[in-house]
């Protein structure tokens, strides 16, 4: 039931900039504000970005984001091999009165 | 420092209803607003319901019709239960908070329960 649309992969080299795009509509990102989340394999998601472009504390400042309009991208810069995981983005959807995810991207280091 | 901790059957047969329990540990627990998120095996995130301190609570639409959350103010727990399920419920099921003013920013999450549903 995603509403929000992800690439399904995304890959670089280490020390590459790698951008993830997440494509909504005008009931969710286009409303409300868009967060971000990675996942390492059998592990409970983690926040990376909320509110469009915050960082929680702790979180390395080479995970950025950005929303235009309808859609919201996540940019990993310097990515590391620590940084091999899933990513989804999450909005609230005023049509649906729920929160929505993306269909998730994995991120490859090659 | 706020934790959840869940815990549930995990392994439940078609038609059977699912009761997850979440208790949080520290932080408040009428600030917010506390969810239930699941992701069945190799697929992707879906929101199933959150709830306040005073019951208010919001459904995923999907969902609405099996799903009842509920909250114990006096032991800071709130619970899950989802009716008749079946093959497609099974997933790993969590409780999860979000930051104070952006309910939807998930910082804290349990630990994880994988409940698999069996014919």
């Known amino acids: 039931q995603s509403v929000l649309t992800q690439p399904p992969s995304a890959s670089g080299t280490p020390g590459q900039r790698v951008t993830i795009s997440c494509s909504g509509s005008?009931?969710?990102?286009?409303?409300?504000?868009v967060n971000w989340y990675q996942q390492l394999p059998g592990t409970a998601p983690k926040l990376l970005i909320h509110?469009?472009?915050q960082r929680p504390s702790g979180v390395p400042d080479r995970f950025s984001g950005s929303k235009s309009g309808t859609s919201a991208s996540l940019a990993i810069s310097g990515l590391q091999s620590e940084g091999e995981a899933d990513y989804y983005c999450?909005?609230?959807?005023?049509?649906?009165?729920?929160?929505?995810f993306g269909t998730g991207t994995m991120v490859t280091v090659l | 420092q706020v934790q959840l901790q869940q815990w549930g059957a995990g392994l439940l047969k078609s038609s059977e209803t699912l009761s997850l329990t979440c208790a949080v540990y520290?932080?408040?627990?009428?600030?917010?607003?506390w969810s239930w998120i699941r992701q069945p095996p190799g697929k992707g995130l879906e929101w199933i319901a959150e709830?306040?301190?005073?019951?208010?609570?919001n459904y995923n639409p999907s969902l609405k019709s099996r799903v009842t959350i509920s909250v114990d103010t006096s032991k800071n727990q709130f619970s899950l239960k989802l009716r008749s399920v079946t093959a497609a419920d099974t997933a790993v099921y969590y409780c999860?908070?979000?930051?104070?003013?952006?309910?939807?920013?998930?910082?804290?999450w349990g630990q994880g329960t994988l409940v698999t549903v069996s014919s």
């Open positions: 999450s909005a609230w959807d005023d049509r649906l009165k729920a929160y929505v």
């Open positions: 005008s009931s969710n990102i286009g409303s409300n504000t």
């Open positions: 520290g932080g408040s627990f009428s600030s917010y607003y």
């Open positions: 709830i306040n301190h005073s019951g208010r609570t």
């Open positions: 509110s469009n472009n």
């Open positions: 999860a908070r979000g930051l104070y003013g952006d309910y939807g920013a998930f910082y804290y």
